[in-house]
């Protein structure tokens, strides 16, 4: 088995994987990062999008020993002790959730977005979240919350 | 998906040793096909060979008249290129509406390329623009590249190292993309080169494939109008859950109308 270095959320790890370990079971089972959701496990649902080197990726569909010596962000590391990030502040004051399954890979997505580009409208967030389903179809308040978030974001 | 070893080569002599060394290797891009496939047990490679650590395998470089795009290059990155964006606009919004950002940021040209799904963007852009795909044992024209379903001219072991893309004078792509999956239901590339025009469909039959009729008849007039109804016959394309083979016949005179409208501008 292949030995890993990987720094997530900052803080350096190296762990032994499978071949067949995917990133997000490695992120998961190993890391015990919960945080992030696997719920197609077929590429397609992005509620398990985590960042690669600054990039979002479906973690699903990326082995962990791919990701040896990258930077890799979940959702744990985006609030800053006990203040939320603001586009998590966003997605509370829009209810940008139902059953919340699908809300780490949104936020992690919407922050990329944002980042990427600040002034994101509206068309472009519709797009940006081509990749994250909400199977309650809740998607009128994630957009809501994008907005605001992003509006935070620019401060 | 079942086991496998993995090796991780650095240079483009280390992935043919590395292939020799395997029973049945087979070669990891992005993944974003090959890793789902692997999930199915559709595939049962002895080792998979990561070409992302292969020096000088990605990047873009604008030429005068072409632009090259290495093999890992990932679909976010043509999207965006300010060279691509300026002299192929068709070819960066090809690349930035396949499938989803985060699928952009993984999936590669060579992978797409030499996976030839039916249905992919990349094969329309690579037969629509004359493109030649650059292997680690010659170059390959267009126009010989694509041979069937998921199927090319490449030999066992043969690596994409790069396409290169000529600059057509004008260029347009539009898609009717599956709205759940974003691969083309149908979609059409169109290319002006001086006095010759390519049209290059994909998503409507078992490969990409040109329209002749379509071709001279644009070089006659660079128009949409001279895109007539019935220019491809629905017997030959698909026939699915997704569309009916004469809903595909009739989008491909509609999407290359206006992909000639899109060229001009």
């Given at each position: 088995m292949p030995a890993i270095t990987v720094r997530v959320n900052g803080l350096e790890v190296t762990k032994e994987v499978g071949a067949r370990t995917l990133l997000s079971t490695f992120i998961r089972e190993q890391l015990k990062l919960t945080g992030t959701h696997v719920g197609?496990?077929?590429?397609?649902?992005?509620?398990c999008v985590v960042t690669l080197d600054g990039k979002t990726v479906?973690?699903?569909?990326?082995?962990?020993?791919?990701?040896?010596g990258a930077d890799i962000g979940t959702i744990e590391g985006l609030a800053d002790g006990d203040n939320m990030h603001p586009m998590q502040e966003a997605f509370r004051e829009h209810h940008g959730l139902q059953c919340g399954f699908c809300t780490p890979g949104m936020v992690m997505t919407a922050v990329s977005l944002v980042e990427n580009n600040p002034d994101i409208d509206e068309d472009g967030i519709r797009h940006g979240l081509e990749?994250?389903?909400?199977r309650c179809t809740g998607y009128q308040n994630i957009i809501d919350a994008v907005k605001t978030g992003a509006k935070a974001m620019r401060g | 998906m079942y086991d496998f070893g993995i090796k991780n080569p650095t240079s483009v002599d280390d992935v043919k040793t590395a292939l020799g060394e395997s029973d049945d290797g087979q070669f990891l891009a992005g993944g974003q096909t090959l890793i789902p496939v692997l999930k199915q047990r559709l595939a049962m490679p002895s080792d998979l060979i990561s070409l992302a650590r292969v020096d000088g395998l990605s990047g873009i470089s604008a030429g005068g008249d072409s632009i090259s795009v290495k093999a890992m290059t990932c679909h976010a990155e043509v999207a965006a290129n300010a060279d691509i964006k300026s002299a192929i606009p068709a070819l960066a919004k090809l690349a930035g509406g396949i499938g989803d950002p985060h699928v952009r940021n993984r999936g590669t040209i060579g992978g797409s390329v030499a996976n030839n799904d039916p249905a992919a963007d990349y094969p329309a852009a690579v037969l629509g623009l004359g493109a030649t795909v650059v292997t680690s044992e010659r170059e390959i024209e267009a126009d010989n590249f694509f041979t069937g379903m998921f199927d090319t001219a490449l030999n066992e072991g043969e690596l994409i190292t790069e396409i290169s893309f000529p600059i057509p004078e004008a260029a347009g792509y539009i898609k009717f993309p599956?709205?759940?999956?974003?691969?083309?239901l149908v979609a059409v590339m169109v290319a002006k080169f001086g006095n010759t025009v390519r049209v290059a469909v994909t998503g409507a039959g078992p490969c990409v494939f040109r329209v002749a009729e379509m071709e001279q008849a644009l070089t006659a007039s660079f128009s949409p109008d001279s895109i007539k109804d019935g220019?491809?016959?629905?017997?030959d394309l698909n026939n699915d859950i997704h569309a009916s083979r004469e809903y595909r016949a009739h989008l491909i005179g509609v999407l290359a109308r206006r992909a000639v409208a899109e060229a001009n501008g």
């Open positions: 197609c496990d077929t590429s397609q649902c992005g509620a479906k973690s699903c569909a990326v082995f962990a020993w791919e990701a040896d990749g994250n389903i909400c | 599956n709205p759940a999956t974003r691969y083309a220019m491809v016959p629905a017997d």
